[in-house]
T-cell receptor, first 111, second 113 residues
């Protein structure tokens, strides 16, 4: 069964303190792995798609990496405005465009 | 401005009532989706539609119904048969079935009184 596990559930950082969020997955053939940012009471905002092991993508202070079993979202020198829940999702090769989501990591960055 | 709109933002329902949540997109996307989000859980797929006049059940379709009469619209009805309907409902769309990225609307929070 396809599954996504995100850790930690919650993370508190001081402004400027770099860290990483983890997304471990099991899927019958990976078609894509997705990272989203979600602010409270709002819909998820698309950040990155990764397709194959070794791939990396960057956007401002965020960098996403992918291995055969997990993905990391690295946050470099975070600012308070980076506070949000970060969601990871995977899409397998079989069937329709179905995304399997993890429960997310709640990130709080304090000044 | 292209995007996905959902209405209402907040919805209150009495037990035993059916309610319909609206989802409209002007992105010319073929595929549309409905998800449910509960605290501490990942998004779960309710229904999806890859083309007009066609839709399929997702993982948790019981107690819900949809229609796809127009490309830009994919309304979700939460029926009285849904035993625990209080949740945050999210609509998403994707250019076509072969594209990967799904783009989400702002969500509707449904509360059953």
């Amino acid at each position: 069964e396809d599954q996504v596990t995100q850790s930690p559930e919650a993370l508190r950082l001081q402004e400027g303190e770099s860290s990483s969020l983890n997304c471990s997955y099991t899927v019958s053939g990976l078609r894509g792995l997705f990272w989203y940012r979600q602010d409270p009471g709002k819909g998820p905002e698309f950040l990155f798609t990764l397709y194959s092991a070794g791939e990396e993508k960057e956007k401002e202070r965020l960098k996403a990496t992918l291995t055969k079993k997990e993905s990391f979202l690295h946050i470099t020198a975070p600012k308070p405005e980076d506070s949000a829940t970060y969601l990871c999702a995977v899409q397998g090769l079989g069937g329709y465009n179905k995304l399997i989501f993890g429960a997310g990591t709640r990130l709080a960055v304090h000044p | 401005d292209g995007g996905i709109t959902q209405s209402p933002k907040y919805l209150f329902r009495k037990e035993g009532q059916n309610v319909t949540l609206s989802c409209e997109q002007n992105l010319n996307h073929d595929a549309m989706y409905w998800y449910r989000q509960d605290p501490g859980q990942g998004l779960r797929l309710i229904y999806y539609s890859q083309i007009v006049n066609d839709f399929q059940k997702g993982d948790i379709a019981e107690g819900y119904s949809v229609s796809r009469e127009k490309k830009e619209s994919f309304p979700l009805t939460v029926t009285s048969a849904q035993k625990n309907p209080t949740a945050f409902y999210l609509c998403a769309s994707c250019p076509d079935r072969d594209e990967n990225e799904q783009f989400f609307g702002p969500g509707t929070r449904l509360t059953v009184l």
